[in-house]
């Protein structure tokens, strides 16, 4: 059973750089079968993708995000990373992991997420 768990600071302040981790366990973030997501959820707000990593290292961003945000891996550790740099308030929310054998849209495994707030 593959299980994704988030980790990260839950405080950045205003124009840092978030940056988060997913640790994966159960399967290999290099088997061909999992597109890697990270997805956020602000307060009363709608799920909004930010991006993934495939299987061979490649990634694919949300265009409204793309200029700040950097999707990473380690296979030593089969995790995979978020950076989103220059953060505002406007991204404070629930970020996700999360795994698609679509790539994108549609997910069948999720981490439990972790609440990132962003203020001074």
């Known amino acids: 059973q593959v299980q994704l768990q988030e980790s990260g600071p839950g405080l950045v302040k205003p124009s840092q750089t978030l940056s988060l981790t997913c640790t994966v366990s159960?399967?290999?973030?290099?088997?061909?079968?999992?597109?890697w997501s990270w997805i956020r959820q602000p307060p009363e707000k709608g799920l909004e993708w930010i991006g993934y990593?495939?299987?061979?290292?490649?990634?694919s961003y949300n265009p409204s995000l793309k200029s700040r945000t950097s999707i990473s891996r380690d296979t030593s550790t089969n995790q995979f990373s978020l950076q989103l740099s220059s953060v505002t308030p406007e991204d404070t929310a629930v970020y996700y992991c999360?795994?698609?054998?679509?790539?994108?849209?549609?997910?069948?495994?999720w981490g439990q997420g972790t609440q990132v707030t962003v203020s001074s």
């Open positions: 990593i495939g299987y061979l290292g490649s990634t």
């Open positions: 159960g399967d290999s973030i290099t088997t061909p079968t999992y597109f």
């Open positions: 999360a795994g698609s054998t679509y790539g994108q849209g549609k997910y069948e495994i």
